[in-house]
Protein backbone atom coordinates (compact mmCIF):
# COMPACT_ATOMS: atom_id res chain seq x y z
CA UNK A 1 0.00 0.00 0.00
CA UNK A 2 1.55 2.76 -1.03
CA UNK A 3 2.30 5.95 2.05
CA UNK A 4 1.76 9.75 1.66
CA UNK A 5 5.34 10.67 0.90
CA UNK A 6 5.71 7.65 -1.43
CA UNK A 7 9.00 7.48 -3.72
CA UNK A 8 7.30 8.78 -6.80
CA UNK A 9 6.59 12.15 -5.10
CA UNK A 10 10.17 12.80 -3.52
CA UNK A 11 11.32 12.68 -7.80
CA UNK A 12 10.04 16.70 -7.92
CA UNK A 13 10.37 17.98 -4.28
CA UNK A 14 11.44 16.13 -1.55
CA UNK A 15 7.86 18.04 0.22
CA UNK A 16 4.60 17.57 -0.55
CA UNK A 17 2.89 20.25 -2.10
CA UNK A 18 0.88 22.40 0.52
CA UNK A 19 1.31 24.76 3.23
CA UNK A 20 3.42 23.48 6.14
CA UNK A 21 3.26 25.39 9.12
CA UNK A 22 6.48 25.07 12.01
CA UNK A 23 5.35 23.94 15.47
CA UNK A 24 6.88 25.84 17.83
CA UNK A 25 6.82 22.95 20.21
CA UNK A 26 9.22 20.69 17.98
CA UNK A 27 11.26 23.56 16.59
CA UNK A 28 13.92 25.26 17.39
CA UNK A 29 15.56 28.86 15.98
CA UNK A 30 19.50 28.90 17.37
CA UNK A 31 22.50 30.69 16.68
CA UNK A 32 25.76 30.47 18.12
CA UNK A 33 28.66 33.49 17.94
CA UNK A 34 32.53 32.87 19.06
CA UNK A 35 33.29 34.69 22.44
CA UNK A 36 36.38 36.03 23.18
CA UNK A 37 37.81 33.96 19.82
CA UNK A 38 37.83 30.98 21.57
CA UNK A 39 34.28 29.81 22.56
CA UNK A 40 31.33 29.28 21.34
CA UNK A 41 27.90 30.93 23.06
CA UNK A 42 25.04 28.93 21.64
CA UNK A 43 21.28 30.89 22.14
CA UNK A 44 18.17 30.95 20.49
CA UNK A 45 14.75 32.48 20.12
CA UNK A 46 11.85 31.65 21.89
CA UNK A 47 8.77 32.68 20.43
CA UNK A 48 9.12 32.79 16.22
CA UNK A 49 6.11 31.70 13.27
CA UNK A 50 7.16 30.28 10.00
CA UNK A 51 5.55 28.76 6.88
CA UNK A 52 6.69 26.95 3.65
CA UNK A 53 4.11 27.28 0.77
CA UNK A 54 4.92 25.11 -2.06
CA UNK A 55 3.09 23.81 -5.46
CA UNK A 56 4.32 20.53 -7.58
CA UNK A 57 7.97 21.57 -7.15
CA UNK A 58 10.20 23.43 -5.04
CA UNK A 59 11.23 26.34 -7.09
CA UNK A 60 7.85 27.92 -7.16
CA UNK A 61 8.03 27.52 -3.17
CA UNK A 62 8.56 30.43 -0.92
CA UNK A 63 8.96 30.69 2.86
CA UNK A 64 8.06 33.13 5.31
CA UNK A 65 9.05 33.66 9.05
CA UNK A 66 9.00 36.37 12.07
CA UNK A 67 11.17 36.21 15.14
CA UNK A 68 10.52 37.86 18.28
CA UNK A 69 13.81 39.66 18.85
CA UNK A 70 12.73 40.35 22.67
CA UNK A 71 12.82 36.21 23.05
CA UNK A 72 16.34 35.74 22.47
CA UNK A 73 17.98 33.12 25.09
CA UNK A 74 21.26 32.37 25.60
CA UNK A 75 21.03 30.96 29.50
CA UNK A 76 22.62 34.18 31.00
CA UNK A 77 20.39 36.96 32.37
CA UNK A 78 22.84 39.87 31.79
CA UNK A 79 23.66 38.29 28.57
CA UNK A 80 20.23 38.74 26.90
CA UNK A 81 19.43 41.90 28.62
CA UNK A 82 22.78 43.08 26.94
CA UNK A 83 21.87 41.41 23.54
CA UNK A 84 18.35 42.90 23.82
CA UNK A 85 19.88 46.73 23.64
CA UNK A 86 20.90 48.65 21.33
CA UNK A 87 24.67 47.57 21.26
CA UNK A 88 22.94 44.37 19.58
CA UNK A 89 18.92 43.67 18.39
CA UNK A 90 17.54 46.56 20.21
CA UNK A 91 14.43 45.38 20.95
CA UNK A 92 12.72 48.37 21.47
CA UNK A 93 13.25 49.83 18.34
CA UNK A 94 13.27 46.36 16.21
CA UNK A 95 11.46 43.95 17.77
CA UNK A 96 11.07 41.52 15.06
CA UNK A 97 13.14 39.76 12.96
CA UNK A 98 11.61 38.51 9.74
CA UNK A 99 12.52 36.22 6.73
CA UNK A 100 10.96 35.74 3.49
CA UNK A 101 12.25 33.79 0.52
CA UNK A 102 10.57 33.68 -2.71
CA UNK A 103 13.59 31.36 -4.63
CA UNK A 104 13.94 27.32 -3.42
CA UNK A 105 16.64 25.71 -5.31
CA UNK A 106 16.77 21.58 -4.97
CA UNK A 107 20.55 20.71 -5.09
CA UNK A 108 19.39 16.84 -4.70
CA UNK A 109 17.26 14.09 -3.16
CA UNK A 110 16.56 15.68 0.15
CA UNK A 111 18.32 19.03 0.28
CA UNK A 112 18.04 22.43 -1.20
CA UNK A 113 19.31 26.13 -0.93
CA UNK A 114 16.89 29.17 0.38
CA UNK A 115 17.33 32.41 -1.21
CA UNK A 116 15.39 35.59 0.64
CA UNK A 117 15.74 38.63 2.18
CA UNK A 118 16.49 38.78 6.24
CA UNK A 119 15.38 41.77 8.32
CA UNK A 120 17.06 42.42 11.24
CA UNK A 121 17.77 45.60 13.64
CA UNK A 122 16.20 47.77 10.72
CA UNK A 123 18.25 46.46 7.83
CA UNK A 124 17.53 44.22 4.73
CA UNK A 125 20.26 42.04 3.15
CA UNK A 126 20.06 38.92 1.05
CA UNK A 127 21.21 35.78 2.40
CA UNK A 128 21.38 32.06 1.21
CA UNK A 129 20.68 29.20 3.46
CA UNK A 130 21.18 25.71 3.17
CA UNK A 131 18.30 23.06 3.96
CA UNK A 132 17.91 19.20 4.39
CA UNK A 133 14.86 17.40 4.59
CA UNK A 134 15.18 14.75 7.18
CA UNK A 135 12.23 12.90 6.92
CA UNK A 136 8.41 12.80 6.09
CA UNK A 137 6.13 11.45 8.84
CA UNK A 138 2.02 11.37 9.55
CA UNK A 139 2.00 11.50 13.27
CA UNK A 140 -0.16 9.98 16.02
CA UNK A 141 -3.04 12.74 15.73
CA UNK A 142 -3.06 12.20 11.92
CA UNK A 143 -1.04 15.31 10.86
CA UNK A 144 1.16 15.52 7.95
CA UNK A 145 4.47 16.37 9.21
CA UNK A 146 8.23 17.36 7.72
CA UNK A 147 11.70 17.72 9.46
CA UNK A 148 13.98 20.38 8.16
CA UNK A 149 17.25 21.33 8.99
CA UNK A 150 18.53 24.97 7.71
CA UNK A 151 21.77 26.34 8.48
CA UNK A 152 23.65 29.49 7.15
CA UNK A 153 25.79 32.17 8.63
CA UNK A 154 25.87 36.19 8.56
CA UNK A 155 27.50 39.20 9.23
CA UNK A 156 25.99 40.98 12.87
CA UNK A 157 27.92 44.27 11.30
CA UNK A 158 26.10 43.95 8.09
CA UNK A 159 23.14 44.90 9.77
CA UNK A 160 24.41 47.66 12.09
CA UNK A 161 25.49 45.51 15.31
CA UNK A 162 28.96 46.31 15.20
CA UNK A 163 29.78 46.55 19.20
CA UNK A 164 32.98 44.70 20.37
CA UNK A 165 36.43 45.48 21.56
CA UNK A 166 39.59 43.78 20.39
CA UNK A 167 41.47 41.95 23.19
CA UNK A 168 45.50 41.84 23.78
CA UNK A 169 45.90 39.27 22.24
CA UNK A 170 44.18 40.59 19.22
CA UNK A 171 41.05 38.46 19.54
CA UNK A 172 37.49 39.72 19.30
CA UNK A 173 34.87 39.75 22.15
CA UNK A 174 32.50 38.70 19.85
CA UNK A 175 32.84 37.26 16.76
CA UNK A 176 31.37 39.65 13.53
CA UNK A 177 30.35 36.13 11.90
CA UNK A 178 27.01 34.30 13.68
CA UNK A 179 26.26 30.97 12.82
CA UNK A 180 22.28 30.57 12.06
CA UNK A 181 20.69 26.61 12.69
CA UNK A 182 17.27 25.80 12.22
CA UNK A 183 15.33 22.63 13.33
CA UNK A 184 11.73 22.79 11.98
CA UNK A 185 9.22 20.33 12.32
CA UNK A 186 6.20 21.90 10.23
CA UNK A 187 2.58 20.48 10.09
CA UNK A 188 0.86 20.40 6.56
CA UNK A 189 -2.73 22.50 6.94
CA UNK A 190 -5.39 21.13 5.89
CA UNK A 191 -7.29 22.83 2.64
Do not use: C
Not at 28 to 54: C, D, N, P, Y
Request: hydrophobic share 40%; charged share 25%.
Amino acid sequence: MPTLFSRSSRRTSPIPAGTWVADPAHSAVGFSVKHLGIATVRGSFEAFTAELVLADDLASGRITASIEAPSVNTQEAQRDEHLRSADFFDVSEFPQITFRADELRQTDDEDFEVHGELTMHGVTRQIVLQATVQGLETDPWGQDRVGIEISGQISRGDYGMKFNQVLGSGNLLVSDTVKISLDISAIRQQD
